[in-house]
């Protein structure tokens, strides 16, 4: 880039901008651009469409064709799945929203002693190790789980998991974090003079969170609720482990997965599953568009934590406890689980013991680690990478930068086992050298897996969190002699810190118990995750207590991480402003 | 809805006010006359919005008494109080049209859907924006904001009207214009107003009376010339435009009386008191004149500032400066620093405040 | 040392005693052992096939080795051993083309949770037959076929024994009371340890081995049960098929089929010698102790494998709620019937069962090679064309069966108003 | 450190910016001298800070010349100007303490450590904050925050200056100490710099030439008593303070000029010119006596306002209103409204734009 200052015309000035126009897209940004543009489509785009373009194949003769997308709308079956699955997408947010809502409200906008706790705690429902989850809620409140066995006894049963309902209820207990997560950021940023005027003019209570808090919420409620729709939607695990087939997700998996023949509308739904995802994204992209309120406004009053009165109090905690209780319950009956002895057909344990995790550390050093090194790695890797492209995205004029985003959102919408399925297909013959092995039986596969199944929860954070950077902040920076990548090394990614932590904790921390991609991608047990481990576990009648000991184990390592993150974020918030 | 006329008054009885063990309002008495214009005027910090807040029924529960009319608004919640507050920020909801935000508190209220509509466009034709009914905030000017705020707050017929800084976000020259609509529109409605400003031309211009308040004590209630030309203490008199204050002691003698600078000067004045104090004297009612030798009274200029309509200039008398405003004309020269003038005091518009009254730090 | 890669869905507790038994005769070999479900493996060793690292394909399902062995990817070991008979209750043993072995077997029966039969006052079932009775609507759990090659040897046991449209008539009736059709096979004997459901058709070693982990459980072997192998074959282009071969010959010897009698494994082994050593009351499906049902066709069973799988999931699986109101509605008709003598409402109920019995194909076409390589998708060569598309024909079948299954309600509904 | 004695002038040569397709700033041309206190003055949205930014490298690239001294700084990046720049919103680096703040710049340059140290103290202390090196940012109060920002910039000595409104987030009276501070600093600097603000009083009082932009355009550029006292077209003169333009003829007869307004009245003036254009009449240069009998123009009172320094009247002369403004003396009463009064005009002091001159709405 230098070259031009010795030029003999002496005209520094116009030359540079001469090579700037030949060159215009070398700034290291664009590189960046470029770089991150190739990783997502290597480890994305290429290994999904690799597998995906089935659905584009006929199956008897391997000639291009849209039939089967045909055959997948005229089977009544398929149509009935898609419905199911739009519908309990669709409930869960609704079901998610009833315990975020109230958790956020109260925790964000009140004088609440241990609202961090809740927030904190509200978190690690996110953390539902494989099996375990689902297998802990059938325990609490299966057709013979401990709750209808209490009230058998009055005659009582509540179908809470039967069929779609039971998808729904694990689905919103398992991803309402997302919404609690992103409403109680929106509703921190409601200038307290919004709910004043409000009040002043007659409205309180319920009427007032309708008409004015919540739908100056409405664009981190949409955020978040948009993550929950595609989540469920896409979700296999839960609708498998309930044995629920209806819908599309398992219906997809049921066929790709299948001994022995590879039905090609295991891809067309696949397909369509990417496709939908991505539809939707884009749909509360449109929705949120000018919706962005910026609400703290010169002159406002800031956030106001409203004192409650104890009566309010007493209210207040109850409902945080009940939903609380709720929402935990999986990690309570898995903790019960653990260490319990038998549990069949009872309430409660027939007794407590010790012995599942005697057997567990016996067997899962190796896991751990793994975990921590898998886990640790993808969420570095993931906000690194979103950081660029919330970078790119929000601060260049760099073309095409939106679909940066959109290409490594859409990796929310791809199924663990396609991604995996693909990463073998792709990287098999792919020798990495020195290692003497193939990329696909390499351990650092697992980690791209997870990185980039991973992404899109970073991504979200950091690029929330670099809205709030102002940019004056870096003009300042560049006006005293900092460079483009001194500037964003000093002052922009310290300043994003706090997003950027938030971001490798949901990605470090949904990384740590994914399994479906990882389990195509496993190529010796020395290199087994820790969900891998469970696996194993569960497998045998013997090793339900131990799966679920290390269920617990992988719970109790997260949220240690969650809180120390959190504790790093309010202590450097702290120190920003001066508190102590 | 053009003639509310107001017959509550606002009384604030005795009122004190803590944020946990910091006192910020204490002992506050007011009585504001149904209909009146009345401003909280002071620095920033000194409470003012506090004691807004505490008439709205937001902020902390104060102890003492808030009655408008004859009703005690004491314990009562910010919606049960009838009480219009138009905020600093205006707080229009950006995700609401300036009609939906204007019926907002008629809809609370349940007011029938058809006199609504007619109460929404009556009240934004008061303020000339029928024509933006269907804009959203956001689409909106500074200035057309503040009015639907006031839009909004006035079409439900409060008891009392109060507005935190309306005009604060507003650029000067559109600040001049709103204050003008504002007063006359409470003029028509004749709604008792609190109005609350830290910016003394503002107050000056638009209130019947008003109230100094610095750290969370009312200093003095009056008009705005009376607290002009009549402080109660030197806190007022310094916050209310610019003044000279001089320490020293009035001495009678030979009929005339003279002020003894505590640095060593004498100044005649022409007052009846004696005793120590201070002299509180406004820069324009002093004048330069060229000739030092004439005057009583001499000095260099050490400052100066063009301001446009005046020049400023500081006076170094002895051990004193002195502020001194000359009006400016087309071309007329600015003196220079280090000039010798003489000062001529136009010692009737001297202000003697005795020592002993409460002296506040200007 | 040199490493034998094997790719197994057996759990630890199998491995772990045979990579020990095994690493100890042999000093100078690591077993190196991943862990997958089969279908993983499957896609797993097709996937990595161009460079492979795996040596051995250990597994239950012989329709998993089936595919691999068509695609190529496996290689004939040429390890045998003379005590081994040929055939276990009417299912070979060995793979008749030699490309893999069966090293164990194991049979399928009913568990049931004891408490929660006790809690709802019902007795063990014994036979298949017993799990179509009313009294145990909504409390019996099965694994897909199409999920579990063991599941699926267990509906075609069936289907040979008592024929195509019997067959599925029992499975159906048999289905009417399921409470769940489980995604892993491992999801029955979870759900009746948890208490889930009550009973479920498992295979003996998760009965057995839950009995073992202390769970409320028993297993019973109905008296005519299918007997299945269990499965080891060498992947094509091991990088170590010596030792490859040595681990299978040690897997067939003496010493490692008694592992299988182990408490946490309890498998049948197919060296007769091995039961020398058995505990007490072991089954033994040498001597009679436990029968397999029919003389199994492996042709038969072969040929239409996907077919009864898709079968199975288009009429049971995916429409088990249709079915399961289909069957309830009989069973009600036919306990208000009781023993009463009503010919109009026999007739109803009998046109209704005959709905609900209904296949969509006969078991000719189930066999025509042309209508069940719809299900294969193997075209051999590129000019290969097969006519019809699994999704058209399985679409079809879907509509005939949620019309028949509610019709069939409807009958058995209007023969009990007439009660 | 405390003597750049800045050798570098600032030169805008035919700058054309837009953003998009909105123009912002069409055909600027300026010469500021090396070592001058230069000031952007102009309503809202004139473009003010847009030139700025385009001096400092922001914004949209513009076309034509800034010559910094000899060096043309079209195309570089920003830190590669040497162009120091204040934020009107400060800017600080809420992560980094008052000393690292400070110290980027020189961390940025290389400058070794030892001497960042040294640098960084001699800083802080011409601002007089050296007490305050390990607080951070949100610990500072806004003047505070103001020269901390002004310690960053300087402590690299750029080559010259630029400030965006840097007073706007201040008190009123904060605005008036730092404004001083400022340009005594600049002075003790000598460094050259542009002051932006939309507040022609903060312009007056520091800057000693200045520019008056309005919709991209440079009004006027001069000392800041030149366009008071002779502003070129009427943007200008209502821009600058308030004025009463007249627009009419000016018509010379038996020596002496009359103003013929447009509305029918007649004024004396004294001026030279003639034809038709507007004169500007400044409020102070204009005197009201209670015997209107006795001058040549008279009218009503319509509206009064007390300033406290002034009392500002609106007094109807037949169909024009003029603006007055009487300085206020205690206890002087103000007239009331529809009060007769007599207007009495220092006509030297009125300036006449004739018509054609590019002629602004006011
Ligand atoms: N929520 C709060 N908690 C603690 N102290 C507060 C709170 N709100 C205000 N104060 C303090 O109360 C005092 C009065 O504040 P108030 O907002 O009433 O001042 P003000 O006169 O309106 O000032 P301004 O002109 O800046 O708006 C200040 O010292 C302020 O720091
Ligand atoms: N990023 C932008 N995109 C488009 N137009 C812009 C942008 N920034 C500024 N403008 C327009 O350029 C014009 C000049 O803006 P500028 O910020 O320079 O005004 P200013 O004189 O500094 O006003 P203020 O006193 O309000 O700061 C305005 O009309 C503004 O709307
Ligand atoms: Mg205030
Ligand atoms: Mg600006």
């Not at chain 2, 104060?62 to 109080?81: F, K, S, T, Y």
Request: glycine share 8%; charged share 20%.
């Amino acid at each position: 880039m230098d070259t031009t200052t010795q030029d003999a015309g002496g005209k520094p000035g116009i030359k540079r901008s001469l090579t700037d126009r030949i060159f215009p897209s070398l700034s290291g940004t664009a590189l960046a651009a470029i770089f991150i543009a190739t990783l997502l489509f290597g480890f994305l785009i290429l290994p999904v469409a690799k597998v995906i373009y089935v659905a584009f194949l006929d199956p008897n003769s391997g000639a291009l064709t849209l039939q089967n997308f045909g055959d997948f709308f005229s089977s009544s079956l398929f149509r009935e799945s898609f419905f199911n699955s739009f519908y309990v997408s669709a409930m869960s947010v609704v079901l998610a929203s009833v315990f975020a809502l109230p958790l956020a409200y109260i925790t964000s906008r009140f004088e609440f002693s241990g609202a961090m706790l809740i927030q904190s705690l509200g978190f690690i429902p996110l953390i539902m190790p494989p099996f375990v989850g689902a297998i802990a809620m059938q325990l609490l409140f299966g057709r013979n789980g401990s709750i209808n066995l209490l009230l058998a006894q009055y005659g009582i049963n509540i179908p809470f998991m039967e069929g779609l309902n039971g998808v729904i209820l694990v689905q919103s207990v398992h991803y309402f974090p997302f919404i609690l997560i992103n409403l109680s950021t929106s509703l921190r940023n409601i200038d307290r003079s919004m709910e004043e005027s409000a009040q002043n003019l007659g409205a309180h209570g319920l009427r007032l969170f309708r008409r004015v808090v919540f739908p100056l919420a409405a664009p981190g409620y949409l955020a978040g609720a948009s993550l929950v729709f595609i989540k469920v939607f896409d979700d296999l695990g839960t609708p498998l482990l309930l044995n629920v087939n209806n819908m599309l997700a398992p219906q997809a998996y049921l066929r790709i997965s299948s001994i022995g023949i590879s039905d090609p509308m295991g891809y067309v739904i696949s397909f369509i599953l990417v496709a939908f995802s991505v539809f939707s994204l884009w749909a509360s992209f449109l929705l949120m568009r000018g919706k962005d309120y910026a609400t703290t406004q010169k002159g406002g009053g800031g956030l106001s934590r409203r004192k409650l009165s104890t009566r309010e109090n007493i209210g207040a905690y109850g409902i945080v406890i009940a939903i609380l209780l709720l929402v935990l319950s999986p990690h309570i009956a898995l903790g019960l689980l653990a260490f319990g002895t038998i549990w069949s057909y009872s309430p409660l344990p027939d007794g407590y013991t010790l012995e599942n995790f005697n057997t567990m550390f016996g067997q899962s050093g190796q896991y751990i680690k793994n975990t921590l090194i898998y886990a640790g790695a993808a969420a570095f890797l993931d906000i690194v990478l979103a950081t660029a492209i919330a970078y790119i995205v929000l601060r260049t004029k760099i073309v095409g930068r939106k679909w940066l985003d959109y290409m490594a959102t859409a990796a929310l919408a791809v199924p663990g086992v396609v991604l995996g399925i693909g990463y073998l297909r792709t990287f098999n013959d792919f020798e990495v050298p020195f290692v003497g092995k193939p990329l696909a039986s390499w351990w650092v596969i697992i980690v791209v897996a997870l990185m980039i199944r991973r992404l899109p929860y970073a991504l979200r954070a950091c690029t929330a969190a670099l809205q709030q950077v102002s940019q004056s902040l870096e003009e300042a920076a560049e006006n005293l002699g900092a460079t483009r990548s001194r500037t964003i090394r000093k002052v922009v990614i310290p300043l994003m810190s706090g997003g950027i932590l938030a971001g490798f904790v949901t990605s470090f921390a949904t990384a740590a118990v994914e399994l479906s991609a990882t389990i195509m991608l496993v190529s010796s047990d020395s290199d087994a995750p820790l969900a891998y481990g469970i696996y194993l576990f569960m497998q045998t009648p013997s090793g339900r207590g131990a799966g679920a000991a290390l269920g617990i184990l992988a719970v109790v390592i997260v949220a240690a991480g969650t809180m120390l993150a959190q504790c790093i974020i309010d202590r450097e918030r702290k120190a920003r402003t001066g508190e102590h | 809805m053009t003639h509310i006329k107001s017959k509550s008054g606002i009384s604030v009885r005795d009122l004190h006010l803590s944020f946990g063990s910091t006192k910020v309002l204490t002992g506050v008495n007011l009585e504001i006359e149904p209909g009146e214009f009345f401003a909280f005027l002071g620095p920033s910090g000194s409470g003012k919005s506090t004691l807004l807040r505490a008439i709205a029924g937001f902020g902390p529960q104060p102890q003492g008494q808030i009655l408008v009319g004859d009703r005690n608004l004491a314990g009562l919640p910010p919606w049960e109080r009838n009480v219009g507050m138009v905020f600093q920020s205006y707080a229009l909801w950006p995700h609401m049209s300036v009609r939906k935000n204007v019926a907002f508190g008629l809809v609370e209220k349940k007011v029938p859907t058809r006199l609504i509509d007619e109460k929404v466009e009556a009240a934004l034709s008061l303020v000339g924006l029928l024509d933006y009914a269907e804009r959203m905030p956001s689409q909106l000017s500074g200035g057309q904001q503040q009015r639907v705020a006031l839009a909004r707050t006035i079409v439900t017929k409060p008891d009392v009207l109060l507005l935190d800084e309306p005009l604060s976000n507003l650029d000067a020259s559109l600040r001049v214009q709103m204050r003008r609509e504002l007063l006359a529109l409470q003029r028509k409605l004749g709604l008792t107003t609190i109005f609350v400003t830290h910016d003394q031309e503002e107050a000056n211009t638009t209130a019947d009376r008003m109230a100094v308040l610095d750290q969370g004590v009312v200093q003095q209630v009056g008009s705005p010339q009376t607290l002009y030309d009549h402080p109660e203490n030197l806190f007022v008199a310094g916050f209310l435009g610019t003044a000279n204050i001089l320490a020293g002691e009035l001495v009678r003698s030979n009929g005339s009386t003279r002020l003894m600078l505590e640095t060593g000067e004498q100044l005649p004045i022409d007052n009846e008191a004696t005793g120590t104090g201070s002299l509180v004297l406004r820069p324009q009612n002093i004048s330069l004149s060229e000739n030092s030798e004439a005057s009583e009274l001499n000095g260099v200029v050490s400052h100066r500032e063009f301001l446009g309509a005046q020049v400023r200039y500081l006076v170094d008398v002895a051990n004193t400066q002195i502020v001194v405003d000359q009006s400016h004309a087309v071309d007329q020269p600015i003196l220079d620093i280090g000039f010798r003038v003489g000062l001529v005091i136009n010692s009737k518009s001297a202000v003697f405040l005795p020592r002993g009254q409460k002296q506040h730090a200007a | 040392a040199e490493k034998l890669v094997v790719v197994t869905s057996f759990p630890k507790t199998l491995t772990t005693p045979f990579e020990k038994g095994f690493e100890a005769m042999y000093p100078d070999i690591d077993v190196e052992v991943i862990n997958k479900s089969t279908s993983s493996s499957v896609k797993y060793i097709q996937e990595t096939a161009s460079s492979n690292t795996s040596d051995i394909f250990w597994a239950s399902a012989p329709d998993a080795f089936e595919v691999l062995k068509s695609d190529s990817l496996l290689i004939k070991s040429g390890v045998s051993n003379a005590k081994i008979p040929s055939d276990v209750g009417g299912y070979p043993i060995n793979d008749p083309d030699g490309f893999y072995n069966g090293f164990a077997a194991a049979g399928y029966g009913i568990m049931h949770n004891e408490r929660y039969l006790a809690a709802k006052n019902l007795e063990p079932a014994k036979e298949w037959d017993d799990l179509a009775k009313a009294e145990y609507f909504g409390h019996v759990g099965m694994s897909a076929p199409s999920r579990s090659g063991t599941t699926h040897l267990t509906v075609e046991t069936v289907l040979q024994g008592d024929g195509w449209e019997e067959g599925w008539e029992k499975w159906k009736f048999i289905a009417g009371n399921f409470s769940n059709v489980t995604e892993r096979s491992f999801g029955v004997p979870d759900g009746v340890n948890s208490g889930q459901f009550g009973l479920g058709i498992v295979i003996d070693f998760f009965g057995l081995a839950s009995k073992a982990s202390g769970f409320p459980v028993d297993f019973v072997y109905p008296s005519t049960t299918a007997i299945v192998p269990a499965n080891v074959g060498v992947i094509a282009n091991a990088p170590n098929e010596e030792a490859a071969k040595a681990f299978i010959s040690y897997l067939l010897s003496v010493e490692g089929q008694e592992l299988l009698m182990l408490p946490e494994i309890r498998r049948l082994p197919v060296n007769a010698d091995a039961y020398f050593t058995a505990p007490e009351g072991f089954p033994n499906p040498f001597d009679g102790s436990i029968q397999a049902s029919v003389n199994f066709d492996v042709n038969t069973s072969g040929d239409r494998y996907n077919v009864v799988n898709s079968l199975f999931d288009v009429m049971i699986t995916y429409r088990l709620d249709d079915l399961r109101e289909a069957v309830r509605a009989v069973q009600m008709a036919e306990e208000k019937l009781g023993d009463a003598d009503n010919a109009q409402a026999k007739a109803l109920i009998a046109e209704a069962r005959a709905l609900i019995a209904e296949v969509p194909i006969d078991e000719a076409t189930s066999l025509d090679p042309d209508f069940s390589g719809i299900f294969k998708k193997k075209r051999k060569k590129a000019t290969d064309v097969v006519e019809g598309r699994q999704a058209e024909i399985e679409q079809q079948w879907d509509e005939k069966v949620v019309a028949n299954y509610k019709r069939a309600t409807e009958l058995a509904n209007e023969a009990a108003s007439l009660l």
